[in-house]
């Protein structure tokens, strides 16, 4: 299964995302879950970079696994800009998760105080 986590701050803006696992839907090289879940979160985070030049915090391994988070010094302008994408991004994944649900899991969480 693809475990989604999205963190969001008190103020319910998007921190961060994190997707683990795979979906198991088909053999590797056509499984279309894994390849939708992969076309909208790296799509996401190349538009934006694309449409507000910022890049944002990655880390990601050949396992499957990433997390991609906002750096701290956005203007207020930019950071709305991308919160717009991340929830679109959102709507994408849930449409996803509403007809493979047995493949993928999408939890949301508060950003834990630092």
Do not use: W
């Amino acid at each position: 299964m693809i475990d989604i986590t999205i963190t969001r701050t008190d103020s319910d803006s998007i921190h961060s995302f994190e997707i683990s696992g795979h979906a198991f839907f088909a053999n590797r090289g056509q499984d279309i879950v894994c390849a939708g879940v992969s076309a909208v979160s790296v799509g996401t985070i190349n538009a934006v970079h694309a449409l507000t030049g910022v890049t944002p915090l990655i880390k990601h391994r050949d396992d499957g696994f990433l997390r991609c988070g906002l750096p701290n010094d956005l203007s207020e302008d930019v950071y709305e800009k991308i919160q717009l994408l991340l929830e679109g991004m959102v709507v994408s994944l849930r449409t996803i998760e509403e007809e493979y649900g047995k493949h993928i899991k999408i939890t949301f969480k508060k950003q834990e105080v630092e």
